[in-house]
């Protein structure tokens, strides 16, 4: 038998870190196997499902790399089959149709409530042989009553449910629209789930499920269900603890390898190693070494983890990633220096690729002004005349290399009796427009003699200018 796991999320608004967590498990899980990893869409709740959320998921799933070895699965497309399974429960007589009105279904919760009793719903309509004219009954699973519900759970160990605390399911609406978890049963069913990896918040859910599961004749899948994220203050995270939507973590410059690094650390290690590339998760995860207990979410490990991962990570394949930051940021590479070089100098000193992108803009577009501050503390005293040096000895120069750089850098700062930072420093500000950037020498064996030159002699000019001002 194939080993097929899912993710079922439902389109209502971005991509959360928690779903994006199990569905890594889930992906993790099936890979391992050699079995299939599938993307089911649960997009019967109309109001709530959109367009955009769909596409949300997909791009998330994308940019994590987490790709489905088939085409998404619609649950809404599904429904005719969800219907015809609901019809076969009835015909067997393992659901029945429900007239009970609001007031009485009030009525018994109110009851039970008065007896110190679970609100449950008493069963009355299993017994009811004519329908109630002018009611559009729901459909009611029969459920077993007796006994216990249980399941080796893949993270949790075994769970257990008594039966008696689990009443007669609601399965389809009075609109004939059959409920949510008789479709996810449907659904796991038909598509072959033989793993089903999710998050502990639905673990209610599947004793109901496997019950419905061995009505309708079939052995429920293997379940895993995993413990939330919380936050740093024990709640379930959530937005005020930061982003959540895996996006808004590639918007801040995360690299997708990181984002899943941390998620799956997030309750599970394999000794003291804290950063593994995909290749090496999928070595070395184990789904039943999950812990039980809740993880907490810590950004700053989050950001300490993609600097590992930038550091550490084949350059080429960083490039892919930063492209769409340079591009946001307009960014034409045509002409400057080799990006892969870039990313090998400043990687380093940049924690995210956003950062990357604000401190090498300058590489490829000469800055538009100066920073005012930087320009107040080093733009002045001997720093014009030690500019005018530099651009004349580096217009001399034939060999543009770190050491010949280095070397006139230190000859200027010798004869004119400067420490290195007054001749550097100045040099930055004239290339970037502010006073930050990889050691001297390799920045400007990157930029290149010609803009070298052409931004000092651009910042002799506004000196110039400004002196006259
Ligand atoms: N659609 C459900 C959710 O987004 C998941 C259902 C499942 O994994 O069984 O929470």
Redesign the pocket.
Known sequence: MTVTTRF???PTGYLHIGGARTALYSWLYAKQQGGQFVLRI?DTDRERSTEESVQAILDGMRWLGLDADQDPVFQSQRIERHKELIDQLLAEDKAYHCYCSKDELDAMREKARADGKKPMYDERCRKRTEPVPGVDPVVRFKSPGRGKTAWDDLIKGRVAFANKELDDLIIARSDGSPTYNFV?VVDDLDMGITH?I??DD?VNNTPRQIQIMEALGRTPPTYGHAPMILGSDGARLSKRHGAVSVMAYRDEGYLPEALLNYLVRLGWSHGDQEIFTPEEMLEHFKVEQVQKGAGAFNPSKLAWTNHQHLQTMDPARVLQHWQWHLDKAGVDLAGGPDPIAVIKSQRERCKTLVEMTEKSVFFWAPPSDYVEKAVKKWLKGDAQAVLEDLHTQFLALDDWQPESIQAVVNGIAESRELGLGKVAQPIRVAISGDAVSPPIDETLTLLGQEQTLTRIAKCVEFMKARADA
């Open positions: 079922a999320p439902s649960e996810v089903c999710r998050g639905h």
